[in-house]
């Protein structure tokens, strides 16, 4: 699924607001994912430049197989941190319920849905 473009006016990752989408997502995200990312680009024979401030990657210069790679890693993450976000809040609602409130446990109602829908 391609995140940073709208399929009817731009089917490529390759346009200019596209790529800076990408960027300042990839900019956004914690070390670890931005880690993952440059595996994916160095893996894919992605030209980088490295100096004592990080690496950098000219978007402009990537293949499109390799965009749509990195686009499936953040959807990846998103959906991942999506779920652990949903998951901790089962987990207070269920420490709330079960641990917190001394009343009657019999009839506690407890809430499986996704934050996000």
Known sequence: MNTFTDTDTCPTFKSP?????????IESMNKYHQIEILKI????????????????????FVNEDTLKEVDEYIQYTREQE?????ME????????AFFLEKEDKDNVTVSYNSLNK
């Open 41 to 60: 680009l160095s893996k894919n024979l992605c030209k980088l430049n490295e100096n004592k401030s990080g690496v950098y990657v000219n978007l402009s």
């Open 17 to 25: 607001d596209s790529l800076h989408k990408m960027k300042t997502t």
């Open 89 to 96: 809040y089962q987990k207070e609602e269920f420490k709330n």
């Open 82 to 86: 999506d779920s652990i976000i949903t």
